[in-house]
Structures are given as structure tokens and as C-alpha cells.
């Protein structure tokens, strides 16, 4: 079944592609909200709630973008939504926090399990910019947008996620030494 | 750029990845939260407008009870008002019995004491805000006094401050009518029109009209209409038979009631009522499906040959039928009706129960709930309605007021036929118009 197929099929309310929907990107967007929310119960409600967000808006999809790509935008704006509602106060850092880099091949022998590990162990405001600029792509610009907050936040917050991996990477690679 | 590569990397790892989840989460879950959703939207909207109505008219009201009731304007505007009688001026002057009084202590003395103003001049100047009410007062108890051929003297209740006017001395102690000493509520004597500032009163008629009980009337006659609907879900996929649907049902009264004290009323009175509802059933049903196939299966000791195997199973198809309901009753009934009137805060406000025994004029179609539905069998059926109700009175003109009513009513009627009672509560809004007479 196309995409298309699948659309149409869904805005007509057909079972059958709403099925279809659910079975083809459902485990994809509960990863993505396993790495914004704050548990795996958490992120279940996300993602039922992404779901029928994403059934009651696909007409609105004007297929500019893949499919996927549209439904990981609905759950992401969903997620900053619940993280938003939560308060969280965004802090910023200072230029030379920002400088700091991870080392090379930081991420290159690591499991996959252990990079989502240390990413969901991140604290709340270092994890949804971390997951938004690094691993879906937005641009600090959009961010900033998407969240309500300066730009420089959020490439303080960035850094700040940076930093954390670094220390948990380094943590990692003693311990595997050690042993 | 190592960044970016780092980046790169974490994003082919992390972006594909799918994660597993618990049981509870499942396509039928979101769908039976989209459907909750939706239900919930349904039922929002027509209750916000219904509140957002009831806010506006009650503001309005309001309104209209503040600007009713302003204390600045009130007894000025009383005070305008004059009441003389023909023929009674001279008697006025000399006969104690039939003089205008300043009928409390707080009067002063001098005021007492002077004796130029009769009522024949009636007319009143004083700028102060004093005047409160025009007071009536009889030394027998029909309003006539035998000596003096004139049945009433006419008093006005001064108070709060020295009043430069020309009146007689009260000699008589008055039993206060509609008397209000903190000048505070707009008080009347029957007297329809606030602009008209002089009202002479007939010689000899003035007995009927002037008596107090006229105005205490018990009697009121009241106009509803009442309209309210219900919405039947039932999207448990777990039920054989589901029903999604609408009813509405529009009420029309007419009562008499009666003032029985305490602000409670009972009555009885004439009404009619539809009922209406619209929907769509559906059965699901699991068929036994037997599915038989065939092949070949070649034997390879010689001679070489094939044999064609059958294999038959059986699978469970589920099988969908859907259909259309709809039904209507008219019936005629009499409401035994109660109704308390309370205020709350400076609103007044009123809660009505009432019972409608009744029949059935004309029914057609099938009668559903949420699990069932069946025909109605018979065209004369017993009926009985509840009606709960409570809502703000407004006054719209003198005797006259207006009630909005947010209800609940149940209807319920038994087919003679089958002996079976069916029955729905339906929730809506109603409007009500009193008339004391």
C-alpha cells in the first residue's frame, strides 16, 4: 500500500489503513517518544495521543514531506507540548560550556541500547534539544520556535547535553577498560 | 564537521529505531480514545452555549434588578409621587383621622408640628431623600371610617433626615405597609406607571382598589416550553448489537398554580410533547467459513503418480449488518407540578419538579436504548414524565416573569401490548413565563 493509498484510506476512515498506519510507524514513534518523555509510561500516552492527533489531522498532510517525516513532527510537537506544560525552566550556559565537543569516534563503538540509554538519562531540557537538533534534525532556530525559548538557550542547553554524554562516554569507556 | 559526523551517526542509529510497548497500547486503544474524544467534543459544545447563554441572560438580569433597585434614585423617584383625593381636602385640614402623617419617630418635631399642607395640594417639594412609601391606613379594618365618610387617610413615611415640607401632625399610630426604612427597595402601590406623578382616586371607588389583598394574589398561570435531547453511544466492540443515535423530545405546558407559602407552588395543568429519535444499529456476528484446498502430490515410486490431496479448515469471519432507526410519540399529558422560589445572593431563582401522567396520541418506529432496540407495538400507551428543573427568574414586567430552566426529563411509557416499560433521560433547556393575576 502507497502512502497515498494509506492517507486516503485513513481520512476515509478506513479500518483497514488506519491499521495499516498504526502497524507500519507506531514502534518508530514510540521510540521517539521514549526519548522525550520521562517513562515508558509516559511515552505510551504520547504516542496514543500523537496517534490520534495524526488520525484527526491527516488530511491536513500535503505530502511535502514523507509521511514519517510528518508524523514524527506531529509527536515531537506533542512531547515539547507535555514538556512544556511541565514548566520546565531553560538555563543557559556560558559561551565556554558551548565550545565543549565530543572526542572522536565518541559514538562509533557504542550500542545502540547505550547511546538511548544515556540520552533518556539526560535531564529533561538537555534531552528534548539533544534529540531535537541531533538526532531529528531541527535547526536551533526551529527549536527555539517549537520550545518559546531564546536561541542561545537553546544551544546552551545543547552543550550542556554534550557535556553529560561526554562524562557518561567516558565513564562507559573506563568501565570497559577496567574490565 | 565532527560534530556533524557524530551527529550523522547518532541520527542512522537512533532515528530508525523502533521500541516495543505494552499490551494496553494498541490501534483498538487509540481508536476508542479518538472515539472519547470526539464524544466528549459532542457534548462540549451545546453545554458551553447553554452556559454561556445562561451567563449572559443572567448578567442581564442582573442588570436590570441593580438599575431596578438603586438606591439614589429609588425614593426620589417615590417621592414624586403624590396621591389626593377629591372632596377630602378641606377634611384633610381639620380631621385628624384623615390627614397625611409622618407615620416614625425619626421625624422631627417641627415637622410635626406644622399643619398648612392638606392633601388636596398633594403635590410634594421636598428635596431631601427621605419619602420612602406611601403608606394607606385604615381605623377599621375595611378601610371606611363611618364618622367621617372618608375611608382612608394617607400617610408618608419620613425618616433619616428633617424634611422642610408642610405636613400634618401623625397622631395616629399606622400599621406600616410596604414600608421600607432603609429607603433601599423600590416599593409600590399598584401603581403601574413610575412617570405619572399624580393619581387622583374616584370618591367611592377607591375601596376595591385599594384593597392590600389584591395585591397578594395567589393565583399565577404559567407557559413553558421545554426542549432537550440525548445521544446513544455504544462503540464496545464486544457487543453483539450497537446502537448510535439521537433523541429529542420538545414539551409544552400550561398550569395553574397556586401560592401554598414559603415561596411553593402547586398546580396542575394541560400539556403536550413529542418525542423523536434517529439512529443506526449495528450486529456483529462471527460466521463459521469452511475453506477447502486443493494440490498435487506426486508419487515417485514407479509408476510415477499423482494423488490430489483436500484439505478442508474452517475459519471465523466476522460479519457486519447495519440498519436505520427511528421512532416518534406524541403524546398529551397532565403535570402535577410543584416549584420553590429562592433567592440566592440577589438573584432569584427557581426549582421545579413535576410529574406527567399522560398518553400516547401517535407512536411509530422503533424505540432503542443504548444495548436494544424494539418497535412500538401500540399507538395508546401509558406515559409518565419526570421533570427536574432549576433556573434564574427574570422580571419582565409588573406580575410577570420569566424563567430559564436547564432540565433533565425523563419520559417513560408502557406498551399496553407487550407490558414492557421503556424510558430515556434527555437533557435540555426550557423556558418558562409566570403571570400572577
Given at each position: 500500500m502507497t502512502e497515498q493509498e494509506l492517507v486516503d484510506g485513513c481520512i476515509r476512515e478506513d479500518r483497514i489503513c488506519q491499521r495499516e498506519l498504526w502497524n507500519r510507524y507506531s514502534k518508530k514513534i514510540m521510540s521517539l517518544c521514549l526519548r522525550y518523555c520521562n517513562s515508558q509510561e509516559e511515552a505510551e500516552d504520547a504516542l496514543m495521543e500523537a496517534y490520534v492527533k495524526i488520525y484527526d489531522n491527516l488530511s491536513k498532510f500535503r505530502f511535502q514531506s514523507s509521511l514519517e517525516t510528518w508524523m514524527r513532527r506531529v509527536a515531537v510537537n506533542l512531547c515539547i507540548n507535555k514538556i512544556r506544560a511541565r514548566k520546565h525552566i531553560w538555563t543557559s550556559i556560558t559561551e565556554d560550556e558551548y565550545r565543549l565537543g565530543y572526542n572522536d569516534d565518541a559514538f562509533e563503538h557504542m550500542q545502540v541500547d547505550q547511546i538511548m540509554k544515556m540520552v533518556e538519562a539526560l535531564p529533561v531540557g538537555y534531552r528534548t534539544v539533544f534529540n531535537m537538533y541531533a538526532i531529528e534534525g531541527y535547526s536551533h532556530k526551529d527549536i527555539a520556535e517549537m520550545l518559546g525559548i531564546d536561541e542561545g538557550t537553546s544551544r546552551s542547553q545543547f552543550a550542556k547535553a554534550r557535556k553529560v554524554l561526554q562524562q557518561q562516554i567516558e565513564k562507559a569507556e573506563g568501565g570497559s577498560r577496567a574490565s | 564537521m565532527e560534530n556533524q559526523r557524530l551527529h550523522s551517526e547518532l541520527r542512522d542509529k537512533l532515528h530508525d529505531l523502533e521500541s516495543p510497548f505494552n499490551e494496553r497500547v494498541s490501534f483498538e486503544a487509540v481508536m476508542k480514545k479518538r472515539e472519547r474524544k470526539k464524544r466528549r467534543a459532542i457534548l462540549w459544545i451545546p453545554s458551553m452555549v447553554v452556559v454561556a447563554g445562561l451567563f449572559v441572560v443572567g448578567g442581564l438580569g442582573m442588570l436590570w434588578v441593580n438599575t431596578d433597585q438603586a438606591p439614589e434614585t429609588a425614593p426620589q423617584t417615590t417621592f414624586s409621587k403624590s396621591i389626593s383625593k377629591p372632596k377630602l381636602a378641606k377634611k384633610g385640614a381639620t380631621d385628624n383621622t384623615r390627614k397625611l402623617t409622618l407615620g416614625v419617630a425619626s421625624a422631627s418635631p417641627e415637622i410635626a408640628s406644622t399643619e398648612s399642607t392638606v392633601l388636596s395640594k398633594g403635590k410634594w417639594t421636598s428635596s431631601q431623600r427621605v419619602v420612602k412609601v406611601l403608606r394607606i391606613e385604615s381605623e377599621s379594618p375595611s378601610f371606611v371610617d363611618p364618622e367621617t365618610e372618608s375611608p382612608v387617610s394617607i400617610g408618608v413615611h419620613i425618616a433619616e433626615s428633617p424634611v422642610v415640607n408642610e405636613v400634618n401632625v401623625p397622631t395616629n399610630t399606622h400599621k406600616d405597609m410596604?414600608?421600607?426604612?432603609?429607603?433601599?427597595e423600590s416599593v409600590s402601590l399598584g401603581i403601574a406607571d413610575p412617570a405619572k406623578t399624580h393619581f387622583e382616586i374616584p370618591e367611592g371607588e377607591y375601596e376595591a382598589q385599594w384593597d392590600p389583598t389584591r395585591l397578594q394574589s395567589k393565583w399565577y398561570a404559567e407557559l413553558s416550553a421545554t426542549t432537550g435531547s440525548s445521544v446513544v453511544i455504544n462503540f464496545n466492540e464486544d457487543d453483539r448489537l450497537s446502537i448510535l443515535g439521537n433523541m429529542y423530545h420538545a414539551n409544552y405546558h400550561g398550569l395553574i398554580l397556586k401560592d401554598v407559602g414559603r415561596g411553593v407552588m402547586l398546580g396542575a395543568g394541560l400539556s403536550y410533547g413529542e418525542m423523536v429519535g434517529t439512529g443506526e444499529w449495528r450486529i456483529r456476528e462471527f460466521e463459521q467459513r469452511m475453506n477447502i484446498d486443493s494440490y498435487d502430490v506426486v508419487v515417485?515410486?514407479?509408476p510415477v503418480q499423482s494423488v490430489r490431496v483436500y484439505d478442508t479448515t474452517y475459519s471465523q469471519v466476522r460479519v457486519e449488518t447495519v440498519g436505520s432507526l427511528n421512532y416518534r410519540i406524541d403524546k398529551f399529558a397532565i403535570p402535577l407540578a410543584a416549584r420553590y422560589h429562592f433567592m440566592l445572593g440577589k438573584m432569584a431563582w427557581r426549582l421545579a419538579g413535576q410529574f406527567n401522567p399522560g398518553m400516547t396520541i401517535k407512536t411509530s418506529g422503533d424505540f432503542f436504548s443504548n444495548t436494544e432496540y424494539s418497535a412500538i407495538t401500540t399507538q395508546h400507551n401509558l406515559t409518565m414524565d419526570v421533570k427536574l428543573a432549576v433556573g434564574p427568574t427574570i422580571s419582565i414586567y409588573k406580575d410577570w416573569l420569566l424563567i430559564l430552566e436547564p432540565n433533565l426529563m425523563h419520559h417513560a411509557f408502557r406498551d399496553l401490548n407487550s407490558g414492557v416499560t421503556r424510558g430515556k433521560t434527555l437533557t435540555g433547556f426550557g423556558v418558562s413565563v409566570l403571570h400572577n393575576f
Open positions: - | 410596604l414600608c421600607d426604612p432603609q429607603g433601599l515417485m515410486i514407479p
